[in-house]
């Protein structure tokens, strides 16, 4: 069993979403089906057929979620080092090309967010700076291109 690492908001926040799907969404889309099953023959029923595969997308997605957070490695950011660049690292980066600098904190899978400078560990760029120091590059191989980056300060 493979343990997935998360921080300890991104666990929060899954446990959150687990939650809601379990009291809210789930006993509203119970009641969404009886309603539509009211509504006669089911064969030709679109809102019983819309429901089903609501029931159903939730339904997987609380098991989904329920294993997450069974085999959940929460890591705590402040307790992370920062003499090498591992998860749940803030870290600055130089695209030595374009010669910008971007801050990222290196996260999980369900936690990444580009525009607020979250990527994920299994992200090209994430996976290429696991485990580099400061002054080191990384070499990522984008859609564009080769791309290289400088591992400018671990914060």
Do not use: C, W
């Given at each position: 069993?493979?343990?997935i690492p998360v921080t300890k908001q991104g666990f929060a926040a899954l446990k959150k979403e687990l939650e809601k799907l379990?009291?809210?969404?789930?006993?509203?889309?119970?009641?969404?089906?009886?309603?539509?099953?009211?509504?006669?023959?089911?064969?030709?029923?679109a809102e019983y057929h819309a429901?089903?595969?609501r029931q159903s997308f939730i339904e997987g997605r609380i098991g989904e979620?329920?294993?997450?957070?069974?085999?959940?490695?929460?890591?705590?950011?402040?307790?992370?080092?920062?003499?090498?660049?591992?998860?749940?690292?803030?870290?600055?980066v130089e695209n030595l090309d374009t010669e910008e600098e971007q801050e990222y904190m290196i996260v999980g899978e369900d936690e990444a967010d580009i525009k607020k400078g979250k990527i994920s560990v299994n992200s090209p760029l994430g996976s290429a700076l696991i485990g580099k120091v400061m002054g080191e590059e990384a070499i990522v191989q984008a859609p564009g291109g080769?791309?290289?980056y400088e591992v400018v300060d671990i914060l």
């Open positions: 069993m493979d343990q379990k009291t809210v969404d789930r006993p509203e889309i119970i009641k969404a089906i009886e309603v539509a099953r009211a509504h006669g023959d089911l064969s030709e029923n429901a089903k595969e979620l329920s294993y997450k957070i069974g085999n959940a490695k929460v890591i705590d950011p402040a307790t992370v080092t920062k003499d090498v660049v591992r998860f749940a690292s803030r870290v600055l080769k791309r290289v």
